[in-house]
């Protein structure tokens, strides 16, 4: 048998699988996915961005549906991981062409396997229970979703102040992810919503002197952020410290930090060199681990062209004086599933031409022949076109 094609299908795009007045097993396109799926042709994938959108819908019974098609199309075991884990894999890679024996990967795949687990529960639960809001049991995972769109939203009341500090910030290393979700965590998540609905509903006024310092400053932006992504992920993914020291031999890296053909790796400082050779406490590995991403992160190809998107997306936001529906168009979420299989299903039209550009460039580099599309009926004609090439 040949390999299944790998399939992601935006929520917007499942609503026709399994709309709000009709059972989805029975609908058109959810026979369809149903017999591409059980003859082996497809392999439906879910990302915790599917998760937390079906979540957030209020209507219960249309909630209910979708949650039911995705979990029986995923086999309930089909859940790409948590964006972050991905940024690490990455950066573990970059470590490793340097140091072959200082990485060690299970660790992190037992972290992926686990956020995989924690979303196929909330999507097993959504799809199990419907005649309660379950999302209530799932806060910590949903909140955020909500809270990085209200960030989002922040820039627009005063843009070019707001820019100016945030690159400031960026510059000195003292931007913060956790610091701006930190004043919305205490927040019920009707609260969030309620606040996020407010922006959204608002025209913003937007001095074009934005627009001029966001595209003079954009690879300025796209370092600054992608450097603090990096931070984030290794915070996230390496909650528990044992986890990085069982990732990173930290005491070989240090033997060997300096190369002999890039001088543009700043060493090591003298006191740090002394302490790993002697018995090093945790503050000396979070300082070595903190070095090794200052190293890396500019070469981390995930977070660069995300965050290039994410400007560009912020740009043509700023022209318009309007926050896109769903904050920045592409989150970390759609960024990770959209590189991840053959097609991106979209009804969104930003979110779709963003991916479409990507792949674009993606495609040119590895000669592969991802595809995105906004409809069901395109769905079966690209099938039927890439059944006919094998």
């Known amino acids: 048998m040949s390999t299944p094609l790998k399939v992601y299908i935006d929520t917007n795009i499942l609503n026709d699988v399994a709309p709000k007045d009709k059972p989805w097993a029975t609908t058109k396109w959810g026979e369809y996915l149903s017999e591409l799926s059980k003859n082996g042709t497809i392999e439906v994938w879910a990302s915790p961005g599917n998760c937390l959108e079906i979540a957030l819908n209020p209507d219960l019974d249309h909630r209910n549906n979708m949650a ?67 999302k209530a049991g799932f806060p ?30 960026l510059k000195h290393n003292q931007y913060l992810q956790e610091n701006y979700f930190g004043k919305y965590e205490q927040m019920s998540i009707e609260e969030l919503q309620n606040l996020e609905q407010s922006l959204k509903d608002k025209k913003y006024k937007v001095d ?4 001029t310092f966001l595209k003079n400053n954009k690879q300025a932006f796209i370092q600054g952020y992608s450097k603090e992504e990096l931070q984030f992920a290794v915070n996230q993914v390496f ?112 979110l779709l031409s963003t991916v479409k550009s990507m792949y674009k460039r993606v495609n040119e580099i590895d000669g592969g ?16 076109t890439a059944l006919n090439k094998k």
């Not at 884990?85 to 037992?110: C, D, H, R, S």
């Not at 972290?111 to 196929?120: A, G, H, P, R, V």
């Not at 022949?369 to 039927?384: L, N, T, V, W």
Request: glycine share 4%.
């Open 68 to 134: 039911l098609a995705l979990n029986t199309l995923i086999r309930g075991q089909r859940m790409m991981p948590v964006y972050e884990t991905f940024v690490i894999e990455k950066f573990l890679m970059n470590v490793g062409q340097v140091w072959p024996e200082a990485v060690f990967y299970q660790p992190l795949q037992k972290i992926k396997k686990l956020s995989q687990q924690i979303y196929i529960a909330l999507i097993g639960q959504l799809a199990a229970l419907k005649d309660y809001d379950c």
């Open 140 to 169: 910590g995972i949903i909140k955020p979703k909500i809270i990085t769109q209200i960030i989002h939203a922040d820039l627009f009341e005063d843009p070019k102040a707001k820019l100016v500090t945030r690159l400031e910030q």
């Open 208 to 211: 074009k002197s934005a627009v």
């Open 239 to 350: 909650e528990y410290f044992d986890d990085a020291l069982f990732s990173i031999q930290f005491i070989n890296i240090s033997k060997n930090w300096n190369p002999l053909n890039d001088s543009s790796v700043k060493p090591l400082h003298p006191e740090l060199i002394a302490k790993f050779a002697d018995v090093p406490d945790r503050n000396d590995i979070a300082i070595l681990l903190q070095a090794l991403q200052e190293r890396f992160y500019q070469k981390l190809g995930v977070p660069q062209m995300y965050y290039e998107i994410i400007i560009n997306e912020l740009e043509k936001a700023l022209n318009t004086g309007k926050i896109p529906t769903g904050g920045l168009i592409l989150d970390g979420h759609h960024a990770s599933a959209a590189m991840n299989v053959d097609f991106f299903l979209c009804r969104d039209s930003r």
């Open 369 to 384: 022949a991802r595809e995105a599309m906004d409809s069901m009926g395109e769905f079966e004609r690209k099938i039927k």
